[in-house]
C-alpha cells in the first residue's frame, strides 16, 4: 500500500498542479487578492515535496529489492498528503475575499473543493489512515469557514461540504472493501494455482513412479519368461515322438499366454515412447473395411456372430494399417464381451459423416455397459465383470491401446452403450481434402495384420531396421552376450540346433576375447540391451565392432519397455527384438542378419 501511495504521489503531480494553477487563477482574476499568491506558494511547496519523498523512496527501496514495499513508519507517506490537504483547507481563507460571505465565489470554491475530493477516492482509498489524511483537512477548512459566517448560505455550505466529505469517505472504504476482496480472492486463486501445481506435480509424479514400476516389472518378468519360451520350445523339439509331447505343447501355450500380456503392455510403451507414428496418406475407407473383413471374418463366424460392415464412399486422411488395428481391436472386443452366449448375433461395423469428419463405429449386441462404467473403459487394465481375470476374456489393454492409435490419427474414441441391448465404440477422423491418389496399405509404421487374432500386435517401430531377407541354408556362428546366466543358458540350448557354434558369454571383456578368438569366422552378434555395468547393449555393440574391425550383423534384444528406453533402442540403428522373442521370429531374424553382408 505505501508503494501505491507513492506512486499515486507521481502520476498526480501533474493534476494537482494544473488544478491548483487553474483554481488561484480563477480567483485572482476575481478578487486580486495578494493572498492567492500565499496559497499557490503553499500548494508548489507541497506538491513538490510529496513529489520529492515518492522519487526518493523509489530510488531507495526499488521494487525488486522491496517487494513488500518501503521500511518506515506512516510519516513519509502521509505527511506530504496531509500538507497537500491543509493546503486546500486552508483555500477558502486565502482565496476568498474578507467580509461579508459571498456566495456565489464560496459556491464556486466549494464546488472545486467536491470535485477534488471525488478525484481523490482512488488515491487514497487503500489506506484508511490516507483516508482520513486527505478528507479530514480539507473538508475542516470549507466547513468551518461556512459556520463562521453563518446565516442559512454559511450553514448551508457548512453542512454540505460535511454531507459530501461523508459520502466520499464512505465511497472510499466501500471500494477500500472491494480492493480488499479482490486481492484477498488473488491470494486465494495463487493459493489454489499453487495447490493445483502441486497436486500435479504429484500425479506426474505418481505416473513416473508407476510408469517405472511397470517397466521393472516388465523387464524382470520378461527375463524368465524369454528363457521359458525358448526352453519350452527347445522342450518341445527333443520330445517330438515322446509321449510327454503334449504336457510340453501345453507348456508352450502357458509360456505363451504370458508372452502376449508382457508384449500387450509393450505395445503400449511403444506407441507412448513415439516409435510409433502414423504414414496419412488418402485411403478409401471401402479398402479398410475389405481388409477388416478378410481379417476378422474368420474369428467372427467361428464365434457363431456374423460380421456386417456398412462401407461408405468416404475418402480419409490417415494411416490404413493403424486404422485397420483400431478396428480389430475393437471386433476383438465384441467377439469377448458380447458373445453369443450372452446374447450377441452379429458385430455391425459402420461409417457416418459427422460435422467435419467421419465416425467409425462398431456395434455390438450383447449385454451392455452400465453407465458408471463407460469414463474408463479406454484406461488400461480396466475390465467390466471379469474380476476373476480371466485371460480369454481380454487383458484389458485393447482399448488404451486403440485410445492411442487413435491420437496418432488426429482422432478422439468414445464409447456409447445401453444395459440389455448391446455397445457402440466408435472413433472420429477427420475426411480427405481430396487431393492426392488414394492409397492402400504399402507404407506403414506397423507390420501387416495377422490374421489370427490370438497373436500380439507387434508394432513395428518408426526407424525399423529389421531385415526381411529369404532364411540362409548356412547354419551362423553367432555371439552371445547376456549377463543373465539364466537366459543365456537357455539362448544357448536353444540355439545351437541352428547354428554351426553358439558362444555365450556373460561380459563385454568375454565378448571382445571371443571376437578376438573367432574374427571373421563370426556372422552375428545377439546382444542384450541392458547389460551389467555402465556399458549398455548399443555400446557393446558399437565396441565389439570396432574390435572385430566390420560392421558385424548384430541383434539387439531387450526386456525394457520404459518409452525413453524403447525409443533408444529403435534410435540405434540395430535390428530390435523384445522379450519373450517368438522362437520362430528369433529364427528367422538370425538367418537374416547372418545373410546380411558385414
Known sequence: MRRRLLSFARKTFAP?????LLVGGVYWSLTHRRAVFLWLGLAAVALVARLAVALANERRYPATEHPDGPPGGEAPYLGPLLAL????????????????????????????LCAMLMGSVPAVALWRPAIAAWLVPLTAGMAVYGAMHGGPAGWFLCLGILLFSAWIARLALAQRQMIANSVAMQFEMEALSEQLAAQKGDLERLNEERTRFFA???????????????????????????????????????????????????????????AVQAVAKPVALVDVFAHLSQVQG????????????????????????????????????????????????????????????????????????????????YEEFYQ????????????????????????????????????????AFWVDLPLSAGQGPVSGFGESTLAPMAAEASTPMHLEPVHSHTHTHTLHSRQPNVLLLDDERAVGDAMRLWLQPYCSAVHATRTLAEAQAVVAREGAALDVMLVDFRLAGAVNGIEAVHRLRRAAGRELPAILITGDTEPARVRAAYD??????????????????????AATPG
Open 572 to 593: 540405434s540403428g540395430l535390428a530390435v527384438v523384445f522379450k519373450p522373442v517368438q522362437p520362430q521370429l528369433l529364427a528367422q531374424m538370425l538367418q537374416a542378419a
Open 298 to 377: 474368420p474369428r467372427v463366424q467361428a464365434a457363431g456372430l456374423s460380421l456386417r460392415v456398412q462401407a461408405s464412399g468416404h475418402t480419409l486422411d490417415t494411416d490404413a494399417v493403424l486404422l485397420l488395428r483400431i478396428l480389430s481391436n475393437l471386433v476383438d472386443n465384441a467377439i469377448k464381451h458380447a458373445p453369443r452366449a450372452l446374447g450377441g448375433r452379429r458385430i455391425l461395423v459402420t461409417a457416418r459423416r459427422r460435422g467435419a469428419g467421419l465416425r467409425i463405429a462398431v456395434r455390438d449386441e450383447g449385454p451392455g455397459v452400465a453407465a458408471e462404467h463407460l469414463p474408463r473403459l
Open 16 to 20: 494537482h498542479a494544473l488544478s491548483a
Open 85 to 112: 490537504s491543509i493546503v486546500w483547507g486552508l483555500s477558502p481563507f486565502l482565496l476568498l475575499p474578507p467580509g461579508p460571505l459571498n456566495v456565489e465565489l464560496a459556491a464556486l470554491l466549494g464546488v472545486a
Open 216 to 274: 521393472s516389472a516388465s523387464h524382470d518378468l520378461r527375463q524368465p519368461v524369454h528363457a521359458l519360451a525358448l526352453l519350452s520350445d527347445a522342450m518341445r523339439r527333443e520330445l517330438a515322438d515322446h509321449p510327454a509331447r503334449p504336457m510340453a505343447e501345453q507348456v508352450g501355450v502357458a509360456t505363451a499366454s504370458v508372452g502376449h500380456l508382457l508384449d500387450a503392455m509393450l505395445d503400449i510403451s511403444r506407441i507412448d515412447a513415439g
Open 384 to 423: 467390466v465383470g471379469n474380476p476373476e481375470r480371466d485371460a480369454a476374456r481380454g487383458l484389458g489393454i485393447g482399448l488404451a491401446v486403440v485410445r492411442r492409435l487413435a491420437a496418432l490419427l488426429g482422432g478422439r474414441t468414445g464409447v456409447h452403450s445401453v444395459p440389455g441391448r448391446g455397445s
